[in-house]
């Protein structure tokens, strides 16, 4: 019989690459948080499921009854988490205890936690080294980790380099915005000491399918192949799409005034993920090329 799987955060930017691969496999149960309109995406089997609310959690649980809890659900805006922090607590830290009080001792908890762990001084993180993240943001995701860590349930802590998914009319996505703007041939100024190595979500999915089959436990890190600032990444971008490349200027985040000051090289190591688990590790090239393709069908 397939495992039942509860899927938070369904509808978000990386919620909704999981249930498309996950769902050919599993009972995958997608929970939203806010009403949506005009998406079939999930042929109106969503659930809505607020983490915060721990009644709410606690009858979904018990109705469902899921082998695998999937948590994306969280308040991802790096800027509105330091103002507002009791919400950024709220739904990143004790959504994740209400999640994890809820559920049976059997399931598996899977987290997807954040590069911004790290502060940014190094990059090549490996899931070895200390975390000391800069932003409120990051300090919620890890405490988040730290409830996983410290409880006695099944739990597989999966951290994601900067996510960019299918949709490219998001707002969530670096991707998207590159894209917009050069379609519409806006001159966009873009950050060259802010390096990473880019997650299509698609291929983060396969890799959390992968993991489930080989029942990994414990911390892993995704990312692409390629490690990249977010000035080539745009160039990229834009040779991919057939736009004009010129439109991309370099700048440093100084330029930028971001608050919080965000870590500067994030990359991740993903040697582990690849050797032990067998997940594919893509380049970036071959990622936007597939998006393009999705978005041309
Ligand atoms: N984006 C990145 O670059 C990146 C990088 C590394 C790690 N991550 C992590 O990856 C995960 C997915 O990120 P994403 O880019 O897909 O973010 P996203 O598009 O913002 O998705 C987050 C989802 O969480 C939902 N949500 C917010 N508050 C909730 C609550 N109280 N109860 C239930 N659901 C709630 C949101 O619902 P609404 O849309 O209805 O508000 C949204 O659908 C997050 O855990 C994030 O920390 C993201």
Redesign the pocket.
């Given at each position: 019989m397939s495992k039942t799987i509860l899927l938070?955060?369904?509808?978000?930017?990386?919620?909704r690459s999981i249930y498309l691969e996950l769902s050919p496999f599993y009972n995958v149960v997608p929970?939203?948080?806010?009403n949506i309109s005009n998406l079939n995406l999930f042929n109106n089997n969503e659930i809505k499921?607020?983490?915060?609310n721990k009644s709410e959690i606690k009858y979904i649980c018990n109705e469902i009854n899921p082998d695998i809890i999937i948590?994306?659900?969280?308040?991802?805006d790096v800027n509105y988490c330091e103002i507002e922090k009791d919400k950024a607590v709220?739904?990143?830290v004790n959504?994740v205890r209400n999640l994890l009080s809820a559920m049976k001792n059997e399931t598996l908890f899977i987290q997807?936690?954040?590069?911004?762990v790290f502060d940014g001084v190094s990059g090549w993180y490996t899931e070895e080294n200390p975390t000391y993240p800069e932003t409120y943001?990051g300090k919620t995701?890890l405490e988040a980790e730290n409830i996983l860590r410290g409880s006695n349930k099944q739990f597989l802590i999966l951290?994601?380099?900067?996510?960019f998914?299918n949709d490219i009319n998001?707002d969530?996505?670096f991707v998207s915005w590159v894209f917009q703007n050069l379609k519409k041939q806006n001159k966009i100024n873009v950050v060259i000491d802010q390096i990473s190595n880019p997650?299509w979500?698609t291929a983060f999915s396969q890799a959390i399918r992968q993991c489930i089959i080989m029942k990994a436990r414990g911390i892993y890190h995704y990312g692409s192949d390629d490690v990249i600032s977010r000035f080539d990444f745009a160039k990229l971008i834009a040779e991919i799409f057939d736009f004009d490349s010129s439109l991309v200027h370099p700048i440093n985040s100084e330029n930028l005034n971001q608050i919080p000051v965000r870590p500067k090289k994030t990359n991740v190591d993903v040697s582990k993920i690849s050797n032990e688990i067998g997940a594919h590790i893509y380049t970036l090239e071959y990622c936007l090329n597939q998006l393009k393709r999705l978005i041309n069908e």
């Open positions: 938070t955060g369904a509808n978000g930017q990386l919620g929970a939203i948080y806010k499921l607020d983490i915060t948590n994306t659900a969280a308040f991802t709220d739904i990143n959504g997807i936690s954040t590069d911004y943001y995701k951290r994601p380099n900067v996510l998914g998001s969530a996505s997650t979500t």
